[in-house]
C-alpha cells in the first residue's frame, strides 16, 4: 500500500522508537552481546528501569523471589521479553489517547487482555517466544491510535460507519474503502525497525490465513485472543460486536470450540493478574 507508506513517512510527529529499545533492539541480534550490555543500556533510563522492575516483580510474571536487578531480570527473562517490557512501558506513554471515543482506559485495557490472551494461548500451543505473543497481542490495534491522531477523517468516517451499522471497525474500514488499522500499525512497527514477526501480528490478526507461513501461527494466536476478548467483554476496540474465529486460525492453533470454557477461565485468571501493566495505563496520558 504505497500510498499508506507516504502517509506515514510524512507523519514526522509520529512517536519514535526510544534510543534505549532501539539499542535493545540491536544487542538482540547481536550474539556477543551480554546481560551487563543490556543493563548499562537502560540504567541510563532510570524512569524505564523502574517501570521495567515493578513489572518484572508483578504477579503477572509469578517469580516466587524479588528481582532487583536489571541484569538479573534479563538473565531470567531473556532480551526479547525485557525489550517487549520496554516496548509496552514506552507505548501506553507514546500516544495521547485521551481523546479516544471509546476511551482512553477501554482501549487500553482491552489491549492488554489481548495481549494477556495471546500469551495463554501461545504457552498452550507450545510456542517459542510467547512473549512475542504478549506484546503483539497488546499492540495489535495501536493503528487505530494512529488513525485517530493522524489520519482523523478516515478515522471518524469508520467510526460513524460503525455506529450507524452496527458493524465492526474492521467490517467499517472496509465498507469505507479507508486505511486499515492493522496496515497502519504494521507500516508504524517497521517504522520503528521492530521483528517481523511483531509487525506480522498487526498485519495479519484479521486475516491469519494471509500471514507468511513462518508467522500464520502467531497472527492466530493474536486474532483468536483478539475475538476472545472480545467475548468476555473486557475494554473495548472501538465496536461492539464479537467476530467470528476464522478456521484456518482454529486450524493452525489445533483448537475446538470445546477447548473454548477453558480457555475463557485461562485468560480471565491471567487478566485478573495483569494489575501491573493496568497501573501503567493509570499513570499514562489520559
Known amino acids: 500500500m504505497p500510498e499508506l507508506e507516504k502517509v506515514i513517512g510524512r507523519i514526522d510527529s509520529l512517536p519514535t522508537l526510544p534510543t534505549v529499545v532501539a539499542r535493545i533492539n540491536q544487542l538482540i541480534d547481536d550474539p556477543t552481546a551480554s546481560a551487563g550490555d543490556i543493563n548499562e543500556v537502560i540504567s541510563h ?5 523502574a517501570k521495567i522492575l515493578k513489572l518484572v516483580n508483578s504477579a503477572f510474571y509469578g517469580f516466587p523471589r524479588r528481582i532487583s536487578s536489571m541484569t538479573h531480570a534479563v538473565v531470567i527473562l531473556g532480551f526479547n521479553t525485557v525489550r517487549n517490557i520496554a516496548l509496552s512501558a514506552f507505548v501506553f506513554d507514546a500516544f495521547d489517547t485521551r481523546a479516544l471515543p471509546f476511551g482512553h482506559r477501554n482501549f487500553w485495557i482491552h489491549s492488554v ?7 495463554a494461548l501461545a504457552v498452550r500451543a507450545g510456542m517459542p517466544l510467547s512473549d512475542d505473543a504478549f506484546v503483539g497481542g497488546l499492540l495489535h490495534d ?4 494512529v488513525m485517530h491522531q493522524y489520519l482523523a477523517a478516515d478515522f471518524a468516517a469508520v467510526l460513524a460507519r460503525v455506529g450507524r451499522e452496527d458493524i465492526t471497525f474492521l467490517e467499517a474500514e ?8 492493522a496496515e497502519v500499525g504494521a507500516l508504524l ?3 520503528w525497525k ?5 509487525v506480522a501480528i498487526l498485519r495479519y490478526h484479521h486475516r491469519p490465513a494471509e500471514a507468511p507461513d513462518a508467522h500464520r501461527q502467531i497472527a492466530a494466536v493474536a486474532h483468536v485472543a483478539d475475538v476472545l476478548t472480545r467475548a468476555i467483554m473486557v475494554g473495548s476496540g472501538g465496536d461492539g460486536k464479537i467476530p467470528v474465529v476464522a478456521e484456518a486460525a482454529w486450524a493452525a492453533l489445533k483448537l475446538t470450540e470445546a ?3 477453558e480457555l475463557l477461565g485461562d485468560i480471565s485468571t ?4 495483569a494489575g501491573a501493566y493496568m497501573e501503567l495505563i493509570a499513570a499514562a496520558k489520559g
Not at 533510563?45 to 528501569?49: R, T
Not at 472496509?174 to 486499515?180: L, N, Q, T, V
Open 194 to 198: 521492530l521483528p517481523e514477526r511483531l
Open 174 to 181: 472496509i465498507a469505507e474503502g479507508r486505511p486499515g488499522h
Open 259 to 261: 477447548d473454548l470454557p
Open 270 to 273: 491471567e487478566i485478573n493478574k
Open 142 to 145: 495501536v493503528g487505530k491510535v
Open 113 to 119: 487482555g489481548v495481549g494477556v490472551a495471546a500469551d
Open 189 to 191: 512497527m517497521e517504522n
Open 45 to 49: 533510563d532510570l524512569a524505564l528501569s
